[in-house]
């Protein structure tokens, strides 16, 4: 699966957290061309804070592939930057590439991810190689849309700093 294919899997999983009133924030893990996690964001479905779709796509992922070495390489594609608690679960759980189409810039971990210093010690600690930018419009709509129906509240004025990035 591409890098576009992948990113368009996340963001058609934050499409359907949009539909059930959730921020439109996708993920899916991948094992090889094989989808192994799948979730959107669900905050408000949920009454709780960490259930990120990034953190919920991997431990669906690593509940299906449990305590193995993987033959082939798990990646994690997603609508929005990851954060520093979805880059942290993505490094224990061994994910080596990171696909993501809008960036957060006040909140975002590509840039930790690409400083990451690991102790040489510390096997399995990785940071995944970042990619940003991959069908960035399509989520920036999702934004817009989340934004011109949500409720006032600071998620939503969090959401709209987001849909108004510039181009």
Not at 107 to 128: E, K, L, N, S, Y
Not at 130 to 139: D, F, L, P, V, Y
């Amino acid at each position: 699966m591409t890098p576009e294919e992948m990113v368009g899997a996340a963001i058609e999983a934050a499409e359907s957290g949009l539909k059930a009133g959730e921020l439109p924030i996708g993920a899916v893990v991948l094992s090889g061309d094989d989808v192994v996690g799948w979730a959107y964001t669900s905050e408000r479905g949920r009454g709780r804070r960490l259930v990120h779709a990034g953190l919920l796509a991997m431990m669906e992922s690593d509940e299906r592939l449990g305590w193995v070495d993987h033959s082939e390489p798990l990646r994690l594609a997603v609508s929005l930057e990851p954060c520093v608690m979805c880059l942290g679960a993505a490094m224990a759980l061994g994910v080596r590439e990171v696909y993501f189409a809008l960036e957060s810039p006040r909140d975002g971990a590509a840039r930790v991810a690409a400083t990451w210093q690991p102790d040489p010690g510390m096997r399995g600690h990785q940071a995944p190689v970042m990619h940003g930018g991959i069908r960035r419009a399509e989520s920036r709509e999702q934004f817009r849309r989340y934004t011109a129906t949500a409720s006032d509240s600071p998620m939503r004025d969090w959401a709209r700093t987001i849909a108004d990035l510039p181009d």
